[in-house]
């Protein structure tokens, strides 16, 4: 489960879509950049390759929630 996922749009002018997140699983904390067309980058700690594929889906489901659905 994530803890504490945060995000907060990439520019001052919200209606240019891009937001950067945050969130915390197993302990590590996890950063990025979501694109408007939902491709994710990681900085600085990048997840294991065998949680990317299940992280980056707990990730659009939540940016589809907090973002496009309200």
């Known amino acids: 489960m994530l803890m504490h996922f945060q995000f907060k749009p990439l520019f001052k002018n919200q209606n240019i879509p891009g937001w950067s997140f945050s969130f915390y699983y197993k302990k590590q904390r996890y950063t990025g950049i979501y694109n408007q067309t939902g491709k994710i980058e990681w900085t600085l700690?990048?997840?294991?390759?065998?949680?990317?594929?299940?992280?980056?889906?707990?990730v659009h489901e939540l940016m589809l929630y907090h973002v496009y659905d309200h």
């Open 45 to 58: 700690v990048p997840p294991l390759q065998e949680e990317v594929e299940w992280l980056t889906s707990q």
